[in-house]
């Protein structure tokens, strides 16, 4: 639903001339109103006139388009290229504008609460994600800088002070741009604030750098993931070397944690990471897949002062210890999201995975159990795990040998789960060839009977649409759920993939010809 007012900002902004030239006659409260009505029309540069002229001391986008109102529709998972580049440009027009600097109230900007999601429905089909943003954010920065420097400016500009929080997302290929513009924000009016940071396919010593540059002390959340080569060893000097007073969630990359080599001085670096982590009374979410941590978890987690809300063990090699102290520790009634895929709990534990689920019931929002052997036998004991979960939104089991009808079974039960609103299913072990082992390999995951999966997928959204639940989403995404960030960087990713390929391939040739 849309107000009086909303309908009518609608309107004015929809003529952009007429809406810029009578910016200076508009009253300063109707300004949020006007930058969520040309962010839903797209008129880019009304936005940019309204942030140039932006009368109030914060500037939150995230709450500017969330649920107002005046206007119930969520903007926020629009990362709309038009909307984000004409917003992030009217910052540095805001500070070369002609008006006195005293007259300018902007303190902070918080572009946080913009969400980069799968779908987009802006008219233009052009998304800013988050490492563009990070990108356009920097180069603006340092334009700014040398326009200061050419041009007859008030002193009093350099005396503005305005911070930018945003999610920073760096790579290889934008790290110089990043790192100049954090090397001279001390000079520059735009003070970029880091509050959460992602860096993918990124050389360790450039991960070490900037990230003394973005001032850790801010730092929320951290994610190292794809192509950064962090391992234990370097996570105790990362830690010993920098505190991390308000880091709220931790992402470590693959195989960051080695159990089948663990040396007495591992022990020891690994109970020192566990205390470090301990110091952060902030932490409460925590990532370490395809890490080697048989039998260490609980040194890793009991140092931990607050509770988890969010862990990822995917892929983790846990033994039966590890389960255990985890469906007995005091994180377990405090896991909202929890990822235990990987690991074959119908045969390993599953009872221990019964009283975890049964701590974790009341606040469990998220459960991810891919590639876990759950077969048809199995289902009736999942469902006695799943059934005081009734907080669940999200359930995701891919890669499961579970037949079409062991799935309808399931189905039936997940009607009964009040708040669940996405699902993600396995293709059914009798689409697949006759003879197809799990965990399927890449090669035979897309063959199998399309037209019989479709058939089945058509009987399990029959199964809640007769239940009255087509709230709830369906999906099969046979390479795993979407992930923006991978999205937006794919291109960078596959061509850093190719050349480790073909270096690896020269050392083995060069090895060969040594040989011979």
């Known amino acids: 639903m849309k107000s009086l007012r909303f309908i009518s900002a609608e309107a004015l902004v929809s003529n952009a001339e007429f809406a810029r030239k009578s910016l200076g006659s508009v009253a300063h409260n109707l300004f949020p109103l006007l930058f969520k009505a040309s962010y839903l029309l797209e008129q880019g540069e009304v936005i940019r006139d309204l942030v140039e002229n932006w009368p109030f001391v914060d500037l939150n986008v995230g709450k500017l388009l969330g649920t107002t109102v005046d206007c119930q529709e969520d903007l926020s998972h629009r990362t709309c290229s038009v909307c984000l580049e004409s917003c992030l440009t009217g910052?540095?027009?805001?500070?070369?504008?002609?008006?006195?600097?005293?007259?300018?109230?902007?303190?902070?900007?918080?572009?946080?609460?913009?969400?980069?999601?799968?779908?987009?429905?802006?008219?233009?089909?052009?998304?800013?994600?988050?490492?563009?943003?990070?990108?356009?954010?920097?180069?603006?920065?340092?334009?700014?800088?040398?326009?200061?420097?050419?041009?007859?400016?008030?002193?009093?500009?350099?005396?503005?002070?305005?911070?930018?929080?945003?999610?920073?997302?760096?790579?290889?290929?934008?790290?110089?741009?990043?790192?100049?513009?954090?090397?001279?924000?001390?000079?520059?009016?735009?003070?970029?604030?880091?509050?959460?940071?992602?860096?993918?396919?990124?050389?360790?010593?450039?991960?070490?750098?900037?990230?003394?540059?973005?001032?850790?002390?801010?730092?929320?959340?951290?994610?190292?993931?794809h192509n950064v080569r962090l391992e234990m060893e370097h996570l105790e000097m990362l830690f010993n070397s920098i505190h991390f007073p308000l880091l709220m969630s931790l992402t470590l990359p693959a195989r960051t944690f080695n159990a089948r080599r663990f040396t007495a001085t591992d022990e020891e670096m690994l109970t020192n990471i566990g205390e470090k982590m301990g110091e952060m009374t902030q932490l409460t979410e925590l990532s370490m897949s395809f890490s080697i941590l048989t039998g260490r978890i609980q040194k890793l987690l009991s140092p931990l002062k607050t509770p988890l809300k969010m862990l990822d063990v995917s892929n983790c090699s846990l033994n039966h210890a590890d389960m255990a102290y985890l469906a007995n520790s005091f994180h377990a009634n405090h896991l909202e999201v929890l990822d235990l895929s990987g690991h074959n709990?119908?045969?390993?534990?599953?009872?221990?995975?019964?009283?975890?689920?049964?701590?974790?019931?009341?606040?469990?929002?998220?459960?991810?159990?891919?590639?876990?052997?759950?077969?048809?036998?199995?289902?009736?004991?999942?469902?006695?795990?799943?059934?005081?979960?009734?907080?669940?939104?999200?359930?995701?089991?891919?890669?499961?040998?579970?037949?079409?009808?062991?799935?309808?079974?399931?189905?039936?039960?997940?009607?009964?789960?009040?708040?669940?609103?996405?699902?993600?299913?396995?293709?059914?072990?009798?689409?697949?060839?006759?003879?197809?082992?799990?965990?399927?390999?890449?090669?035979?995951?897309?063959?199998f009977d399309h037209q019989k999966y479709e058939s089945v997928a058509e009987e399990l959204n029959l199964i809640l649409l007769q239940a009255n639940r087509e709230d709830v989403k369906t999906s099969t995404p046979l390479f795993g759920s979407y992930d923006a960030a991978v999205q937006e960087t794919k291109n960078e990713l596959g061509a850093y993939l190719i050349n480790s390929f073909k270096e690896t391939l020269e050392k083995f040739t060069s090895s060969l010809n040594k040989m011979s």
């Open 91 to 225: 910052l540095r027009d805001y500070v070369l504008n002609d008006s006195s600097p005293y007259m300018k109230r902007l303190k902070v900007v918080d572009l946080t609460g913009i969400k980069d999601v799968e779908v987009q429905v802006c008219e233009c089909k052009k998304t800013m994600g988050r490492w563009a943003r990070t990108q356009l954010l920097s180069k603006l920065c340092l334009e700014l800088l040398v326009d200061l420097q050419h041009r007859q400016c008030d002193p009093g500009i350099f005396e503005m002070s305005i911070d930018v929080r945003i999610d920073l997302f760096v790579t290889e290929r934008n790290y110089e741009l990043v790192m100049q513009a954090l090397l001279k924000k001390c000079y520059c009016p735009l003070k970029i604030c880091c509050v959460a940071f992602r860096s993918d396919n990124l050389a360790l010593q450039k991960f070490f750098y900037i990230i003394k540059l973005i001032d850790p002390s801010l730092l929320r959340k951290l994610e190292v993931v």
């Open 345 to 447: 709990i119908p045969d390993l534990y599953p009872s221990v995975f019964f009283k975890l689920l049964s701590h974790s019931s009341s606040v469990l929002r998220s459960l991810t159990l891919e590639d876990c052997n759950i077969q048809d036998t199995h289902v009736n004991m999942l469902i006695v795990s799943l059934s005081p979960c009734q907080k669940l939104q999200e359930f995701r089991f891919l890669g499961n040998p579970l037949s079409s009808q062991a799935l309808k079974h399931l189905f039936t039960f997940l009607c009964e789960l009040p708040m669940l609103k996405n699902v993600e299913f396995p293709v059914p072990k009798d689409c697949y060839p006759i003879g197809v082992t799990y965990p399927i390999d890449d090669a035979s995951l897309c063959r």
